[in-house]
């Protein structure tokens, strides 16, 4: 006689509706710190249908919850990123900035504190891949003398990064739209590795040019995106 043995209690798949909470906690903390960065346990609990008690299921603390936010989005921006085939370094730089804009540009407030703040360390990871494709590109381009051979590769790459954070701070403040603040990206960072204004303009009017297919697919097109951001 053949008996069947249950499964060891530790060996258990997670309920599927502790599963759906989990997912649906973590959306609701990514649309509620997107616009307030200080967004209670509360209020992202009650967003997601949810009691707070039952959000310590899932995340010990509030800033668990908020670290598991910030990670899955730079590894969303890296795994875009890291895709990213421009032909030429300047032409990726400018694509680079395309892609970061595209991905985070609803998520302006976090960005920053994402790469600058307290939460550096826990994006670190996800986004070295990001950091390593930044620098191959700069050292291409000073290689092959379209960008300034006299400042240290590895400084101009971090230079690059930190423009690009600084553009995501002025949009902020400014209220720049979405396609303003795409532009002001590519064209800062170019600006960055050295070019002048008018090399930076005709690169990303190239980029635009050659790459339109792969601008309206990582971005997404429609008004709505673009009043939300209007002033």
Known sequence: MTTTQAPASGSR??????????????EAARLALR????????????????????V???????DELVNAVVVAGAER???????VRGG???TTIALIGDVLWAQVD???IMAPLAVRGPLRAVTAAALEPVRTLLLRTVEAGVADGSIRPDIDAGVLARLVESTAVGVLEEATRSGLSTSAGRRLVMLATLGAVG????????VVDRADTEHADTHRHTTGTGTNEESSHAR
């Open 56 to 62: 310590y299921g899932h995340f010990a603390t509030r």
């Open 35 to 54: 616009s307030d960065p200080d967004a209670s346990l509360e209020t992202i609990a009650a967003a997601a249908g949810l009691t707070r008690r039952s």
């Open 195 to 202: 070019l002048s204004w008018q090399d930076a303009t005709a």
């Open 13 to 26: 798949a997670p309920r599927r509706d502790a599963a759906e909470n989990r997912v649906a906690l973590l």
């Open 106 to 108: 609803h998520v302006r």
């Open 77 to 83: 921006v890296a795994s875009s990123i890291t895709a």
């Open 88 to 90: 030429d370094p300047l």
